[in-house]
């Protein structure tokens, strides 16, 4: 090969999948000779057409004169790269120059290119080589692309997009970046992106680079070349890439006048690479290294400096388990930082997360000094090696982790929880047996404690264990005696005799009040446990026996849709335990619950710690009724036992009754205010609240069915009437009066009144009935209560006069609602006449509020705090005109930005005290006050939007402050849409996290914001924002970041019923397009092939799900029921009412009785016996079809009969009539005889 001409290098592979290259012959060297001509015009070739690409390029990008002087000096410098080359000089500067010139044609040439090139390097005939191993097809999907987020690279041929990744049409905002080895659609704006000429202006792309820890890179300043140019402007790149080593001193000549780097033996020291300085060649100063230091650590994001603090003081502190427990939930964040926005890390990541926290929770462990402590991290540690090891290792270690610490209760929370989601090993007895022994050893605990802080510890333990216990018996079908067991509980409790000192001592009298059969708490005519012991001769006579209800079987012929319609039936009648005088109990002896069967379910509070817990129990009372509590036992965060919502369930009633709305329309509707199950701070106005604002209680009709699962709302009722009225927990009566009002609302005044003659002084019962008034429309007496309760003297006074504005600014009328605010401070003003107001009154006033609310927080009197800052939040929004700021002109609007200017002033007192309940009321205030003002005239959005935003910040979780920001986003299409964005970051907080408590245990996201997420995208289904802002996918999505929460969610039966009626109702409405597409022929044939593939898909999906649920809750007794058909005694919160059951058709019969199956193995509560009812459905079959064939055979005889008379009836009709002809014929012959003779 000759001196002059570049030898090209062949294309580099792995020397493990392929042979080395032989060494080159002499005949190789002759044919190599022979082709460099040629390969030399290619090269030309592909030079002139890739120089005519890049004028084409830049003349797209309007730099046409700067581009052709810069490729015209690359010309220049390519010719001066080949005469060095063939005086082999090969200076440092020029030899990288050259591999950057070739690293650019190999990345600049077509595939196809540099696979002949590859081919002519190897010395074989370009005429005879292929393109074979290049590109091939694959038939079958690579399961790896999933795994790794892209194709393998070493099987992808090198390319690049024409244009730079722009959108042909797109004004240069669209555009396809790469992040990593994905493709991404990409938004740029002004100034962003290629558009500016420098990728260091690309904002999205340097801070994605710094989150990936990529770390910037000095570039040494170049210096001129051989005719002064510099390296920047020799080629159009700078080489990032590390600087090759300097070749062999012998074939080196000496160093050009350009090339400054000093030889190893100069004078001005040892030689140093562009490593070791890449910033100079002068030595740093200690404060230059410092200001280096401090730049690469403001790059670091909080969370790794957070890091870098916590593993020093761990490693100085091994003691600190706090430190520790911060550290480790550190790891989530640093380790979302590397994965891309919105991307869920799955599988192998899950694996790997969870190994690095084990091994922290390991090292940190022995270090652990204080017991709750410790007890966290092993808490923490199974919860992570829940996701690491196999399941018998893990049973074997929480078995030892529970007898190592015997006392933990919230390691015992933490195995129950474990054991209810074993679908494996899961069994009703054994279960309730483990909450029992945990029943019975806390009452015994509690029994001889001394300490008060230890007895209201054990006291919270026993309620929340008995609680667990009482759900659990009820999700599992047996709810009579989850029933029973509260109606003896509450007995104990409430309703004990005065002499009774603990539960040994009275256990043989309580057995014979049980045994009696009297009528218990709960039921009409109940006189109460104390009543019967101290007054026996005056106790009623048992109630009478209940009659069967007569039923007929069930008009079907699937014995699937019969079986199941009849337990459904008798799962409603046994929801309250029987008598035994009542008919039917003989064909199922768990109706009648006996002493023994709940002598060891019940728990005894301490008589002197009763008073103090009383409400705690109260509360879990409505926990197990499905209800929402008053915030004295918190059940939000516990999927197990966390009551249901109702606007979740309403959405998915009304899910296929959707109707395209205009825009006008859309803005109309008014925000979902049936929040029952929802995050908020229970006030009176929610209460009591009429259909124009949110509602904490809803409709009987919403809150229960006749389903399995939900106890009877008269018991409810009577129980809580039975508590307030009997035993005087007048802390329940406002509960007890809104429930009774949502019951019956016409119904609620004999309530109330009975109870304001029970506790007459109590002013917000007052208000409470005024309320009701209001919202019934009798607006005269609720101002007359208003009147009688504002003339009596009470601390809560001012709550009486805010309610009476409210009712003004409801009706419009701002001037009287000013008046009527004013009156509470000059009780001498006539409101009537309505005079105008004098600017020394509005002082007056300001000033009484201010100094009232200041007084009453700083005596620790947080209710009339909280009544005296809505007084002056009213006051600074209706004196818009006096004051002279943010004034409107329209008369049914005030001065909002004055009144919230004022709440939040408030609300920062509050919160650096503490007051978070009342900090949260207060916004609540603030939301209603700021609802008001847009529904009553022109607004802002962006005012509307910003303090929502303010108070979202505060309590993310709030699902009221959700459900306005969605109520004010509804009008507008945005691709990043902000309540998405909102829901999605408070999903992924933890900063609420508390670890050291059963009810906290779980998760600091509360269920109902997980409830809300799914309720936002399900708004499309209902009809309340446009067609298209909420797709199946999306809704799909919400529903499966909710049950993939093993935290939360996935233990949440409610939840996952949601998702079957969901994939149900969307699969019903894929097969109505496969029936109703109206086009032409060609397309409707497709359309229907695609609905069809669609509907098989969610179907299949639906089949998943559902075994999903079960063995996520294998004890929910209503999940099992979800694939067995609806009939009509469905009730409507059953999967499939309304067209079906989806499941019925994903599951086959030997499917269906598998799930039977598994009911009757896991010991769950079933009523009738499928195989006996099997058994009956098939003689009932064989007797209708034995009839049917007696019957065919007598239809049959009697068909032949009636032929056969039919028969001799015209064989006789012809004899006679063939005997009358022969006579006619006889008688004619006759007589012509006699004529003849």
């Known amino acids: 090969m000759s001196s002059n001409e570049v030898k090209r290098r062949a294309v580099p592979k792995f020397t493990s999948f392929a042979p080395a290259t032989p060494a080159p012959t002499a005949d190789s ?75 650019h044609r190999r990345r600049s040439a077509s595939p196809a290119s540099q696979f002949k090139e590859a081919h002519h390097s190897l010395h074989k005939p370009s005429s005879t080589s292929q393109n074979t191993d290049l590109f091939y097809f694959d038939k079958r999907e690579d399961a790896l692309i999933f795994r790794y987020g892209g194709n393998e690279r070493s099987k992808i041929p090198s390319y690049r997009r024409f244009g730079a990744g722009k959108f042909i049409g797109s004004p240069g905002y669209l555009s396809v970046s790469f992040q990593g080895s994905k493709e991404v659609f990409t938004i740029r704006g002004p100034g962003e992106g290629r558009g500016n000429g420098s990728v260091f202006g690309d904002k999205t792309l340097m801070a994605w680079a710094r989150a990936k820890g990529a770390k910037a890179k000095h570039i040494k300043p170049g210096v001129g070349g051989e005719n002064g140019e510099s390296a920047a402007e020799d080629g159009d790149f700078i080489s990032l890439e590390p600087p090759r080593k300097r070749q062999r ?198 029994a001889t404690a001394s300490s008060e802080k230890i007895v209201v510890m054990l006291c919270s333990q026993l309620i929340y264990v008995f609680v667990r216990l009482t759900c659990y018996l009820r999700d599992s079908g047996y709810i ?79 014995p699937f849709e019969a079986w199941a319609s009849l337990e459904r039936r008798e799962a409603a009648k046994a929801r309250m335990p029987a008598r035994t005088l009542d008919e039917g109990t003989d064909d199922d002896p768990f109706r009648i619950v006996m002493f023994s069967d709940i002598k060891d379910l019940v728990l005894w509070i301490p008589s002197q710690m009763l008073p103090q817990v009383q409400l705690q129990l109260v509360d879990a009372l409505l926990t197990f009724c499905r209800l929402p509590n008053t915030a004295k036992f918190s059940a939000l965060k516990d999927p197990f036992i966390a009551p249901r919502g109702q606007a979740f369930q309403a959405l998915l009633d009304q899910l296929g009754r959707h109707d395209v709305l205009n825009s006008a329309e859309i803005e109309r ?67 007890y009066l809104a429930l009774a009002w949502r019951s019956e609302p016409l119904g609620a005044k004999k309530v109330a009144k009975g109870l304001l003659k029970r506790y007459s002084s109590n002013t917000r019962l007052y208000n409470a009935y005024a309320m009701i008034e209001f919202a019934n429309g009798n607006i005269g007496i609720a101002e007359k209560v208003l009147l009688s309760a504002t003339s009596q003297s009470s601390p ?121 309940t009342l900090h949260e009321r207060l916004l ?62 408070s999903l992924s907080s933890t900063r609420d996290k508390d670890t050291s408590s059963p009810e906290g245990s779980h998760t600091a996201v509360p269920i109902p914001t997980y409830r ?80 069809d593939a669609q509907a098989a898909s969610t179907l299949k999906a639906l089949k998943d799900v559902f075994y999903r649920a079960v063995a996520a809750c294998p004890w929910s007794k209503k999940l099992y029921m979800a694939a067995f058909p609806a009939g009509s005694t469905a009730e409507p919160g059953e999967p499939g009412v309304g067209g079906g059951n989806a499941l019925v058709k994903a599951l086959s019969s030997g499917e269906l009785r598998a799930v039977f199956g598994t009911m009757v193995a896991k010991g769950l509560r ?28 007598v239809e049959k005889e009697e068909k032949e009969e009636s032929e056969r008379r039919a028969r001799l009836e015209r064989e006789r009709r012809w004899d006679l009539e063939d005997s009358l002809h022969n006579n006619r014929h006889m008688g004619s012959d006759r007589g012509e005889r006699g004529r003849g003779q």
């Not at 290294?289 to 603090?309: C, F, P, W």
């Not at 009528?519 to 026996?536: T, Y």
């Not at 049936?674 to 009591?688: I, P, R, V, W």
């Not at 205030?925 to 005012?943: C, D, E, M, Q, V």
């Open 1166 to 1193: 079933v009523h009738v016996d499928f195989e006996g009812l099997e058994r009956k459905w098939r003689e009932r079959e064989e007797d209708e079809k034995r009839v049917g064939r007696e019957k065919e055979k």
């Open 796 to 916: 809560d006074s001012q709550l009486l006069w805010n309610t009476w504005v409210w009712m003004h600014l409801n009706a419009g009328n701002m001037q009287l609602a000013l008046l009527r605010l004013l009156s509470s401070v000059e009780i001498t003003l006539d409101v009537e006449k309505g005079l105008p107001v004098s600017p020394a009154l509005l002082l007056k006033a300001r000033a009484h509020f201010s100094t009232k609310r200041d007084y009453s927080l700083s005596s620790h009197q947080t209710e009339p705090a909280l009544q005296y800052a809505e007084s002056l939040a009213l006051l600074d929004y209706l004196s818009r005109t006096e004051n002279g700021s943010g004034s409107t002109k329209y008369s049914n609007q005030g001065n909002i930005t004055s009144a919230l200017a004022n709440i939040q002033s408030f609300t920062t007192e509050l919160s650096s005290l503490g007051h978070q």
């Open 249 to 446: 001193a012998d074939r080196s000549p000496a160093p050009e006048d350009g090339d400054k780097t000093p030889d190893y033996r100069s004078i001005y020291g040892k030689a140093k690479s562009e490593d070791e300085d890449s910033d100079g060649d002068e030595t740093l100063s200690d404060s230059e290294s410092e200001n280096k230091v401090g730049s690469h650590l403001s790059d670091m994001s909080t969370a790794k400096k957070r890091s870098l603090e916590l593993h020093r003081q761990v490693k100085n502190s091994p003691q600190d388990t706090k430190a520790w427990l911060e550290l480790i939930g550190l790891q989530d964040t640093l380790f979302m930082e590397h994965q891309l926005e919105g991307q869920v890390i799955i599988g192998d990541q899950v694996k790997a997360l969870a190994e690095l926290k084990l091994s922290l929770y390991e090292e940190a462990l022995p270090h652990a000094l204080d017991i709750s402590l410790k007890e966290t991290l092993l808490n923490g540690m199974m919860r992570e090696g829940e996701k690491v090891w196999d399941p018998k290792q893990l049973a074997k270690r929480w078995e030892e982790t529970t007898k190592s610490n015997p006392d933990s209760f919230l390691l015992w929370v933490s195995r129950l929880n474990y054991e209810l989601s074993q679908v494996a090993t899961f069994t009703y007895d054994e279960l309730k047996t483990f909450m029992v022994t945990k029943l019975q050893f806390l009452n015994r605990t509690l």
């Open 924 to 985: 609540q205030i603030g939301a209603r006050l700021l609802y008001h003002h847009a529904n009553h005239g022109p607004y802002k959005p962006s005012t509307l939007r910003q303090y929502l935003h303010e108070f979202l910040r505060l309590f993310p979780h709030n699902t009221l402050f959700l459900s306005l920001l969605a109520w004010a986003e509804q009008s507008t299409l945005r691709i990043n849409d902000p309540v998405r964005s909102i829901v999605r970051e």
């Open 480 to 558: 009579e005696l989850a029933v029973a067991a509260w109606q003896a509980t509450l007995e104990l409790n409430f309703c004990r005799p005065r002499n009774a000192l603990n539960f040994q001592s009275v256990i043989e009298d309580f057995s014979d009040f049980w045994e009696s059969e009297v009528p218990r708490i709960g039921e009409g005519n109940a006189k109460g446990w104390r009543h019967f012991v101290e007054d026996v001769g005056a106790m009623t006579d048992p109630p009478e026996a209940i009659p069967r209800e007569p039923s007929g079987p069930p008009q079907t012929r699937d």
């Open 669 to 735: 509707k008014p925000p979902l205010f049936g929040q029952q199950g929802g995050n908020m701070a229970l006030s009176q106005e929610l209460l009591f609240s009429g259909q124009d604002w949110f509602q904490y209680l809803g409709q009987w009709s919403s809150l229960s069915t006749d389903a399995d699962g939900d106890v009877r709302p008269p018991w409810v009722l009577e129980t809580l009437h039975y508590l307030v009225l009997t035993c005087g927990i007048e802390q329940l009566a406002e509960y």
């Open 29 to 103: 060297e002759k044919r190599s000779s022979t082709l460099r001509g040629s390969s030399r015009d290619r090269e030309k070739k592909e030079d002139r057409e890739r120089r005519h690409r890049r004028r084409d390029y830049d003349r797209n990008r309007h730099k046409d004169d700067s581009d052709s002087e810069r490729e015209r000096e690359r010309e220049r410098e390519r010719g001066r790269d080949r005469d060095r080359h063939q005086a082999r000089q090969h200076d440092r500067h020029h030899s990288r120059h050259h591999d950057r010139d070739r690293h």
């Open 1012 to 1091: 809300f997420a799914i309720e936002y995208e399900l708004l499309s289904g209902a009809g309340l924002r446009p067609v298209g802002a909420a797709t199946i996918h999306s809704t799909k999505a919400a529903f499966e970041a909710a049950v993939s929460d093993p935290s939360a969610c996935r233990y949440n039966g409610d939840i996952w019923i949601g998702y079957i009626r969901f994939l149900t109702q969307v699969y019903f409405h894929e097969l109505s397009l496969s029936s109703g597409s109206s086009a032409t022929a060609g397309t409707r044939e497709r359309g229907i092939k695609k609905a």
